[in-house]
């Protein structure tokens, strides 16, 4: 009896000793703004890789999304998880999904290997979320992201032209601290 009344005791302790720490998380989740925590559910799905590019704008309680994707799932996914934020009343999906192609297939894999093939542009493939997206619509190219300097910038954009079967290539790099 001693031994379970022990046992119980120490649950309960533990129990006690975690609740501050639940309640604080919980604060500190809220305390964040709702575009960083948008951002941050945004950049943790699942699917969301190089091949797509996710962007929103908060206004007040309404949240809309633009951008491009690969698969129609992503699409929705980015919806219901910023539907599920504490603060959202409504979600605008403008997300794009890029039509299926094997020809923009193809493309995405050349583009892949003549960008980051490169060696002073490899680093910007690192990463979960890695800084430079490639966006192939219909054989159309159009890079995004954010680069260290405008060098890499226009590598980037004369390594994307190279690639055989693209119509045209968009350079929609930002340069790391320039708007």
Known sequence: ??????KFS??????????????????????????????????????????????????????????EVVRPVLKSDAGNVVKRLEGVQSVVNDIKVLPLSPMDNGIRRAEYRAIFGYASLYRYA??????????????????????????????????????PGVFSVTNDLQVEGRS
């Open 1 to 6: 009896m001693k031994n379970t009344l022990t």
């Open 10 to 67: 120490l649950a309960l302790a533990l129990v006690a000793m975690t609740l501050p720490n639940l309640a604080q998380a919980k604060v500190a989740g809220k305390g964040r703004d709702l575009p960083e925590r948008v951002r941050h559910e945004l950049a943790m799905l699942p699917y969301y890789g190089i091949f797509d590019d996710l962007a929103f704008k908060v206004d007040g309680d309404t949240v809309t999304l633009y951008g």
């Open 126 to 163: 690192m990463g979960a979320n890695p800084s430079i997206h490639i966006i192939v619509d219909n054989g159309h190219v159009t890079l995004k992201g954010i680069v260290a300097n405008e060098g890499d910038k226009n590598i980037a954009y004369i390594r994307a032209n190279g690639v």
